[in-house]
């Protein structure tokens, strides 16, 4: 299994995501939450390799908005195609987060 990977320039965490984002990842994502906790800190999730996500993976995504006060500017999805830009459609978390 791929670990979710981190990087940090300035107040931007970028979180690239694996093939998969599912439940397995719930621990690390959280852990990840918490390390970059800062009312500063701005998020982009990279959807690139991401080919399957379940509903854990939205829950992880809300949980990363509640930390971030649903500022829709402090969270950026990108890269997200094909199924996972279904999911997120239907579940309507484009009104929730920018997603490019």
């Not at 690390?28 to 800190?41: G, H, L, P, R, V």
């Not at 997200?80 to 239907?90: F, Q, Y």
Request: proline fraction near 1%; aromatic fraction near 8%; charged fraction near 25%.
């Amino acid at each position: 299994m791929k670990k979710i990977l981190t990087k940090q320039q300035d107040s931007l965490v970028t979180i690239m995501l694996p093939g998969s984002f599912d439940v397995s990842q719930y621990e690390e994502f959280k852990a990840i939450c918490q390390k970059y906790n800062s009312d500063s800190n701005c998020f982009e999730i990279d959807f690139a390799e991401t080919q399957y996500m379940d509903s854990s993976a939205l829950g992880m995504l809300l949980l990363l908005r509640e930390q971030v006060k649903a500022d829709k500017k402090r969270v950026l999805l990108k890269n997200v195609n094909g199924t996972a830009l279904k999911i997120l459609e239907i579940a309507q978390f484009n009104q929730l987060f920018n997603i490019n």
